[in-house]
């Protein structure tokens, strides 16, 4: 181990934020011992402006609720960490970690259980790349090296601590993380992680939680370099892991809103990390529409189920929270709406919270020679910077290239509204009201199985599945007022 001047690593206190200094203040107050650790000094070691700033101590989350108080939550069963809010921030605080007892990891090698606390030294030795391994004790103006991350830092060499293949087999995200370090650091990762890196590997990730993953996916989207990260994960098999429904080829479509992804990043902007799953999924959720259409299920009806379809077969892999799922699919039903706006809603279109999203997708999709938005994109992007005045030229002008195409639609196919066959599905109003909720329940959970079957054999829709129960409701849409998109 060496004890290195901060100085002399380019760090100082005036580059860290008051809110990581008050924690580590705290807790060297309190008798304990308390070090910067990981992204945070890595980073501003490299001149990077870190992401967050990661606190470690001798002391038990127990003892680190004692020392803030209300400040702090005890989170986390497999990995316990105790959160500090410290004015508006929050800082993750660990405590030093002793090897993983025998008993607490799985057949494959995956800890289960990492709560066993340790020394620093032991707690060193349990974290991942050397360059996340550096102590930094702002206040005594030292950093604590126990492996030489100084020279792969400054060598910008990705390296495992012990085993590459024990390390990924205690727990396979840390090959997610390389693959997101390697990305952003613009770092190499080291021969004997290569060597290992096998797809093989990779199949481990199946054992990963899906809730896990989908934080890590997150990491992925949002590391500032998704367009470098995107073609890694091909590379080294993961996407198969992660998207298991979605064919491993970057579309032009996928690569510009990485590239869109990155932009906002480097500029400050906020991203909301659904909208690239909305972007992912795009193309599996339009060939699932066109399954359900080709079975003669009305559009909107074929549109909601495959928007179901897919968000649950992706949850699989890395599930995707109910909030962010409503977005993924109200970004995919404003596609709909933007391209084809009835001229009296094309206001309220606008104004609509979901526009903004809805609006950049199609733009994305149009800018990327996807002819299918037939140039509704640069319509709504004009439209948008338009006086009233030319907004309402702009819409009377829409209304009657709208009535032109329709008129020339008819001539060319004058029997198509007879000869276009629709299932007929019961209505849903109609529907006999469940007394019990244990009834109730008891259909729903068939009507999932059903679904999930049908998502699982794409060839056939049962005869059990719940879209065929449906039967169409007769609305008169041109009378419901635009609202959000369910
Ligand atoms: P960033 O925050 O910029 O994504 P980071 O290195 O700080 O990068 P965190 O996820 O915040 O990553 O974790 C903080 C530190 O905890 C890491 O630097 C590393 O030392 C340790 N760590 C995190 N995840 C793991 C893991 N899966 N295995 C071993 N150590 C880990
Ligand atoms: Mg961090």
């Avoid at 709406?337 to 009835?342: I, M």
Wanted: aromatic share 10%.
């Amino acid at each position: 181990m060496q004890t290195l001047r901060a100085s002399k690593c380019g760090l100082s206190t005036a580059q860290l934020p008051a809110y990581i200094l008050d924690v580590i203040d705290a807790l060297t107050k309190a008798g304990y011992e308390a070090y910067i650790v990981g992204g945070g000094v890595r980073d501003l070691m490299l001149g990077q402006n870190p992401k967050d700033f990661d606190a470690v101590t001798n002391a038990t989350p127990a003892q680190v609720k004692e020392v803030f108080g209300r400040r702090c939550r005890i989170i986390g069963r497999r990995f316990e960490l105790a959160h500090v809010y410290s004015g508006r921030e929050l800082v993750e605080v660990a405590t030093f970690r002793a090897p993983p007892k025998k008993e607490v990891t799985s057949s494959a090698g995956m800890i289960l259980r990492d709560n066993n606390w340790g020394t620093i030294e032991q707690d060193f030795v349990r974290r991942d790349f050397s360059i996340n391994t550096l102590y930094y004790q702002p206040r005594k103006g030292i950093v604590l090296d126990f492996c030489n991350a100084v020279d792969d830092v400054y060598s910008k060499t990705l390296r495992l601590l012990g085993d590459p293949q024990t390390r990924f087999e205690e727990d396979p995200v840390r090959m997610l993380r390389a693959l997101r370090f390697s990305a952003k650091l613009n770092f190499n990762i080291d021969q004997r992680i290569l060597d290992i890196f096998t797809p093989e590997l990779t199949t481990l990730l199946r054992d990963v939680s899906p809730h896990r993953l989908y934080d890590e996916s997150q990491k992925l989207f949002t590391c500032g370099h998704l367009n470098r990260v995107l073609p890694m994960l091909n590379e080294f098999n993961i996407w198969k892991q992660l998207f298991a429904e979605v064919p491993p080829n970057i579309t032009s479509f996928i690569e510009r809103a990485a590239r869109n992804t990155d932009q906002r990043i480097s500029i400050g902007k906020t991203i909301n990390p659904a909208f690239f799953y909305a972007v992912l999924l795009w193309e599996t959720f339009l060939e699932r529409c066109e399954y359900y259409l080709s079975r003669g299920i009305v559009p909107a009806e074929a549109r909601a189920q495959a928007g179901l379809d897919v968000l649950k077969k992706q949850g699989t892999r890395t599930i995707i929270p109910r909030f962010a799922e409503t977005f993924i699919r109200e970004v995919w039903e404003m596609q709909t709406r933007l391209l084809n706006p009835k001229p009296q809603q094309i206001q309220a279109l606008s104004a609509h919270a979901r526009f903004r999203a809805g609006f950049d997708f199609l733009l994305l999709r149009e800018k990327s020679g996807d002819a299918g938005t037939q140039g509704m994109g640069a319509w709504w992007d004009a439209y948008q910077v338009m006086s009233n005045d030319e907004r309402e030229r702009a819409i009377s002008q829409y209304n009657r290239q709208r009535a032109r195409s329709r008129r020339k639609a008819s001539q060319d196919e004058p029997n198509l509204k007879q000869t276009h066959q629709q299932v007929e599905i019961e209505p849903l109003v109609n529907e006999p009201e469940h007394k019990s909720r244990r009834v109730r329940k008891a259909k729903y959970e068939a009507e999932e199985r059903a679904v999930i079957a049908s998502v699982n054999n794409p060839d056939g829709i049962g005869a059990d599945h719940p879209i065929l129960k449906r039967k169409r409701v007769k609305r008169d849409l041109s009378q419901v007022t635009f609202g959000p998109t369910q």
